[in-house]
């Protein structure tokens, strides 16, 4: 057993309380795979029971979700907590991976810009001029209707 392994994994509370303090302020590191994000968290975890400190099934679930930063899993979080009452370590860690599945999938399968997802959906991201500003081809039509004027049998109040 190494210097820092020793310093860490003996039992005393100096050594619980660094573990603890560094499990708390736990965040994913940027360019960090989830994969590795959760490899490191299982880590902390080991390292904790080797030192006899016991942690609860939903506050492991709350740490590893609120490690996440917010700018990529918030709407992750926020779904996943969405009408419970309690949160499961298992569940949390299993859903995380299949969102980062889906996610990588979505990005192979169809782009990862949002001009990309733009040009899918028949639209042009760089907007020059005027032009119909995105609006419906149909609308023009209802420009011409005199005010309580029907739009479909074009007669005036029954509406």
Known sequence: MGDLEKKYLTKSIESRLQLKRRLYRFQMKRG????????NYT??????VSVDVKIDEKDK??????????????TFTLT???GRQTLNYNEVS?????YKV??????????????E????????SN???KGDHGRSKFRPAFRNLKKNQCAFCKEIGHC
């Open 94 to 98: 299993a859903t995380l991976v299949n």
């Open 32 to 39: 960090l795979s989830v994969d590795e994000h959760m490899n």
């Open 80 to 82: 996943l907590i969405k």
């Open 127 to 129: 907007r020059k001029g």
């Open 61 to 74: 679930a709350v740490i590893l979700l609120n490690s996440l930063p917010d700018e990529m899993y918030e």
């Open 43 to 48: 880590k902390f975890l080991i390292d904790l």
């Open 102 to 115: 889906r996610r990588q999938d979505r990005l192979f399968f169809h782009g990862s810009t949002s001009a």
């Open 117 to 124: 997802a733009l040009a899918v959906r028949g639209k042009s």
